[in-house]
């Protein structure tokens, strides 16, 4: 009888050792190379140790969390899937933007993470069936005073380890990737971290990250200067297309998926975006080294990045935690210059808050599916053709100078268009029903979309008087997913990474420019503020930005967010991405012309300096700074700095 008890036990923890071997895996944490694995495996051992001389009520509450921990393994798994992350509490309450996008979320259940589920069912089954005899089985003779020493051995290492006070360089890399403390840690710092965060002045955050003083003032005097140090600056000391867009309308299209890589680019003797391709040829200025910058927020993240010019956070959607925030950006600077100001998407106005944020942005009206008509409708909402169709009309009707930023949905994953849409690429066989084809025929249905629109703009008269904007939210298809890492590395002939699929194209259209450029200067969605201040003249004395004007820079550099995590970033040439541990050195570079690796030698202050931008840009937001003028943020930065320093 003791026997067969004894192999239960084995069985629960063989279960337990599969499960997180499959999760290990499934999160790309190596089971040889890091400890991560066996100092889980050690944990469960203890636990279970502890589960046998437990009352039932503890054994009760351990059952619970044992079902809890399976739970969130599962989520990790599908969210490291998507965004190369694990789940923190803080998208516990983003659950709510899921529904509109069910499909998506069904698309992105890996089989792994059903597996990391499977034993639970099995265990209860185990539970039901050899209950009595687990219970009698429980020998009654442990020493209280042992089972208190293995209790609070456990929960102090898990805590030490989580909370990891001396700040040792091998437990922060662990408790960065072991499942139990990673979580715990994420919890603490979610809730009270927060607290403390906001108690804290920005100097101690800095310090506490390692940044050094001299990146701090680099960082401080860049984001101070609104319009990035510039050598093409003409002799008159003009930039160059100073107010060249001031008393024109201003259109900005910001594309659902749109990457780089589809413009110019051929695909079974097709163009794949034949519209775009056009024109970029005459009066555009191409930004072809643009990247998405984007947080937790997606689609919304790079909205707020482009409007504000802040970087957004990795805790959640920025629409969300700062919506009662006040913003100075692009809506209210050219409101300010008498713009009649609106945002459009054909979708539920409260997807992502909008219904409340925009009016804070200094929108004034937002269409929606409240006031479009939603006449036709393909995945997410309404059609992009049927909107542009709508938002030509409506336009014509608004008054002049207007500001319209219009948000596409059509090429949205699972990229699959409506049967009533007309499809137009003839894709080859073998990508029919792949996400790579679906994205391929849906990026090319938003092209003609927006030529349809810029035909009708020439028709109802606005053309020849507004800059069109265009530029895309974020990647469309993920390089983690095996399948479309394949397709698009035989696509591309080189290997899909994150240079290519954070790569997202900047159009900027300027009827009567005379000039088709290129410009391969490196920007982000930071920078489009800056861009437009030049263009529009806009006063960003009072307005915080963490981006510079690309059509005066030379230099470029964009820190990013999600994907590729806090100390990451792209800069002219290169592209580095921090260690999955938080360390520099487990961190890796690429060759944004050759897309190879290359050595991470010499990188370690840009990657300082991207911890800096985006831990100031989230210090702004948590204080609500965004308006302060350039004296009293540089003053903010030097004076904490400074106390910090001298603790
Ligand atoms: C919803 C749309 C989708 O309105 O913007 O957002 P995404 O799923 O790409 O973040
Ligand atoms: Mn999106």
Redesign the pocket.
């Known amino acids: 009888m003791k026997e067969k008890i004894l192999k239960v036990r084995y069985l629960v923890f063989i279960l337990f050792a599969i499960k997180m071997l499959v999760y290990y895996i499934a999160v790309d944490i190596p089971i040889f190379s890091s400890l991560s694995y066996w100092v889980t495996l050690i944990f469960f051992g203890l636990t279970m140790y502890l589960y046998y001389y437990s009352t039932q009520r503890t054994q009760r509450v351990l059952r619970f969390v044992y079902a809890i921990f399976s739970l969130v393994l599962f989520i990790d798994v599908i969210y490291y899937n998507y965004f190369n992350q694990l789940v923190s509490v803080n998208q516990i309450w983003q659950i709510k933007n899921i529904k509109g996008t069910e499909d998506s979320v069904k698309s992105a259940i890996p089989l792994m993470s059903v597996v990391i589920l499977a034993d639970v069912p099995v265990l209860w089954f185990i539970y039901r069936k050899f209950r009595s005899r687990i219970e009698l089985d429980a020998p009654k003779s442990i020493s209280r005073r042992r089972k208190r020493w293995v209790a609070a051995g456990l929960v102090v290492s898990i805590i030490m380890i989580a909370l990891n006070p001396f700040r040792w360089a091998s437990v922060s890399k662990l408790n960065s990737t072991e499942a139990v403390t990673v979580h715990v840690k994420d919890a603490v710092e979610s809730t009270l971290g927060k607290v403390v965060y906001n108690l804290s002045s920005l100097g101690t955050i800095l310090q506490n990250k390692e940044v050094p003083v001299n990146v701090v003032e680099e960082v401080s005097e860049e984001v101070t200067d609104e319009t990035g140090e510039s050598e093409d600056v003409s002799d008159s000391g003009q930039a160059q297309y100073a107010g060249l867009g001031e008393g024109m309308n201003l259109i900005v299209i910001q594309v659902?998926?749109m990457q780089n890589f589809v413009l110019n680019a051929q695909y079974n003797g097709q163009e794949i975006t034949p519209y775009l391709n056009q024109l970029l040829k005459e009066d555009t200025l191409y930004f072809d080294h643009y990247y998405t910058n984007m947080g937790k927020g997606?689609?919304s993240d790079?909205e707020f990045s482009t409007q504000t010019g802040l970087y957004p956070v990795i805790e959640g959607a920025s629409y969300d935690l700062y919506v009662d925030n006040s913003f100075n950006g692009l809506p209210k600077l050219l409101a300010d210059k008498g713009y009649y100001t609106s945002a459009a998407i054909g979708d539920d106005k409260d997807f992502y808050n909008r219904a409340t944020i925009y009016p804070r942005l200094g929108f004034d009206y937002f269409y929606n599916e409240d006031n479009l008509n939603m006449d036709e409708i393909s995945g997410l909402g309404l059609s992009d053709k049927s909107m542009f169709r709508q938002m030509a009309e409506n336009l014509a009707g608004q008054e002049s100078p207007f500001y319209s930023f219009i948000i596409t949905l059509t090429n949205?994953y699972p990229y699959v268009l409506d049967e009533h849409l007309e499809a137009t690429l003839k894709l080859r066989d073998e990508d029919k029903d792949t996400l790579f084809g679906g994205y391929l025929q849906t990026i090319r249905y938003t092209d003609e979309a927006i030529g349809e629109f810029i035909e009708a703009l020439k028709a109802n008269g606005l053309y020849d008087n507004t800059i069109i904007a265009i530029y895309g939210?974020?990647h469309g298809l993920n390089c983690l997913d095996d399948e479309n890492y394949e397709k698009m590395t035989e696509y591309l002939g080189y290997s899909y990474d994150y240079d290519t699929m954070l790569n997202i194209p900047l159009i900027l259209h300027i009827p009567g420019l005379g000039e088709a450029r290129t410009i391969e200067t490196v920007g982000g969605q930071v920078d489009f503020l800056a861009t437009m201040a030049n263009l529009f003249d806009l006063d960003l004395s009072s307005t915080v930005t963490f981006g510079q004007d690309l059509l005066n820079a030379d230099e470029g550099f964009v820190a990013t967010v999600a994907y590729m995590l806090q100390g990451s970033f792209i800069k002219d040439g290169v592209l580095y991405e921090i260690g999955r541990d938080g360390s520099f050195e487990s961190g890796r570079a690429l060759d944004l012309h050759t897309h190879q690796a290359i050595s991470i030698d010499g990188l370690e202050e840009n990657s300082q300096k991207a911890v800096t931008m985006t831990e100031i840009s989230k210090y702004i937001l948590e204080h609500d700074l965004a308006e302060l003028s350039d004296e009293a943020l540089a003053d903010l930065i030097k004076t904490q700095t400074e106390e910090a320093e001298t603790k």
């Open positions: 659902e998926s997606n689609t790079a949205h939210d974020h």
